[in-house]
C-alpha cells in the first residue's frame, strides 16, 4: 500500500519544518518534540544521501551475498546506512566512502551472527594444506549459495570482501577487525570449504509460517487495496500500527497512517493491483501495474498481522534493488527507481 502515495507523503515530511522554540532555558532554544529536534538535520541527511547514492548498489550487492536473502539485505543497507550517518559527528579523518560502508555493514552482520549464537571461535580447519591465491580458479559467484548456507560468519565476509568486490586482504581486516595474515588464513579455509561443498545439495529456503485468520486479514487487505479502499484497509489496521517506508520515513499510529500514507495512496494515478506472493520466503504484496506493454512490480509490501490486526507495514517503493529482484523471481519488468534525496 503505502507508497504510491508515499512520494508525496515524503514531500510533505521534508517540506514541513518549524524551527521555532518551545522553551528558552538561558537563552538556549530547547524544543519538546523530537520531530523538531529532528527538523535541522533533514538537509544534512540529503547531503549524505547524495554523496553515498554512487556505493549504495554494490553496497545492496555485498548485504545480499554476504545475508543470502533480499529481505535480510535491504535491513541490512538500512542498518548500516542509519548507522554511518549518526557517526558523522566522531569521523576526523579523511575516510574512502565504500570501504567504511562495508566495514559497517560486515560488523553488524558479525554482530547479528554472534547474537543468533552462528559464530564460533574453534572454526574447523579443512586440510594440511592451505590453497594459494593462485590455486583458486573456479568462479566464486557461482558458489555464493553453498557459501551463504555453509560458512561461518567471518569467512564468508572475507571471501565476498576480497574474491567478489576486490578490496585487498589489509582493507578487508581492517573492516572486520582482524590482520592481514587472520584475512589470508579464513580466505583460504572459506577456499577450501567451498570446493568441497560446490558439488552437494544446495539447502532449501525457509518458508514464512501463517495462521489461517493471518492470510484472511492479508486477504482482506489486498481486495480493499484493489477496490482503492482506503476506510477498507483503515479498518484493518491496529491503533498503534507503524509504518516504515523504508530509507524515507517512519509512520506511527493509525490516525498518521491514514491522514498521510493511506491518503495520498487513496489519491495515486496509478492503476495497480496487488497480489499475494511467496518472495523468498516470505508473503509478499505485489503490487503490479503496467509499464508500456508489459505488467511490472511497481511496489513490495510486508504486512505483521497480530490479534487480528495489522500491526506493521514495511514498504520498499524505494529501494530500487529490492524492486529489481522481485521482478526477476517473478519474470516481470520493474518500474524505474531514484534514490530519493
Not at 546506512?81 to 560488523?107: D, H, T, Y
Not at 591465491?133 to 548456507?149: K, R, T
Not at 489486498?222 to 491496529?238: T, W, Y
Not at 498503534?240 to 520515513?249: E, T
Request: proline share 4%; charged share 25%.
Amino acid at each position: 500500500m503505502i507508497k504510491n502515495f508515499c512520494k508525496p507523503a515524503y514531500l510533505f515530511y521534508k517540506n514541513s519544518r518549524s524551527y521555532g522554540c518551545t522553551k528558552n532555558y538561558g537563552g538556549i532554544c530547547m524544543t519538546t518534540d523530537m520531530k523538531d529536534l529532528g527538523n535541522p538535520l533533514r538537509d544534512i541527511k540529503s547531503t549524505f544521501d547524495e554523496f553515498i547514492i554512487p556505493h549504495r548498489p554494490v553496497l545492496w550487492k555485498y548485504c545480499f551475498h554476504i545475508t543470502g536473502s533480499p529481505w535480510d539485505a535491504e535491513d541490512l543497507v538500512q542498518d548500516t546506512l542509519l548507522r554511518a550517518f549518526s557517526s558523522l559527528s566522531q569521523i576526523w579523518q579523511p575516510i574512502n566512502p565504500k570501504g567504511f560502508l562495508f566495514r559497517i555493514a560486515s560488523n553488524i552482520w558479525i554482530d547479528q551472527c554472534r547474537k543468533k549464537k552462528l559464530l564460533t571461535d574453534s572454526i574447523e580447519i579443512v586440510g594440511e594444506q592451505a590453497l594459494q591465491d593462485e590455486d583458486f580458479s573456479f568462479e566464486v559467484y557461482g558458489a555464493i549459495e553453498e557459501l551463504v548456507l555453509h560458512l561461518p560468519p567471518r569467512q564468508r565476509a572475507v571471501i565476498l570482501l576480497v574474491d567478489v568486490f576486490q578490496f585487498k586482504a589489509q582493507e578487508a581486516g581492517e573492516m572486520i577487525g582482524c590482520t592481514e595474515g587472520a584475512v589470508k588464513a579464513l580466505l583460504n579455509r572459506a577456499r577450501v570449504r567451498i570446493k568441497q561443498l560446490k558439488a552437494q545439495e544446495k539447502g532449501t529456503e525457509e518458508k514464512q509460517v501463517i495462521t489461517n485468520k493471518q492470510k484472511e486479514i492479508i486477504n482482506s487487505y489486498i481486495e480493499s487495496f484493489n477496490r482503492r479502499d482506503p476506510d477498507g484497509i483503515a479498518r484493518l489496521l491496529d491503533t498503534h500500527v507503524s509504518n516504515d517506508i523504508v530509507h524515507i520515513a517512519q509512520e506511527y499510529g493509525k490516525e498518521t497512517v491514514c491522514k498521510y500514507s493511506l491518503a495520498d495512496w487513496a489519491k495515486d494515478p496509478v492503476n495497480m493491483k496487488a497480489e499475494l506472493h511467496l518472495l523468498w520466503g516470505r508473503y509478499t504484496i505485489v503490487q503490479i501495474a503496467r509499464l508500456e506493454d508489459s505488467l511490472a512490480v511497481y511496489d513490495l509490501n510486508l504486512l505483521q498481522v497480530e490479534s487480528d490486526k495489522i500491526v506493521d507495514i514495511k514498504d520498499y517503493y524505494f529501494c530500487p534493488e529490492m524492486l529489481e529482484a522481485a521482478a526477476k523471481e517473478l519474470n516481470m519488468k520493474a518500474f524505474p527507481r531514484k534514490y530519493v534525496l
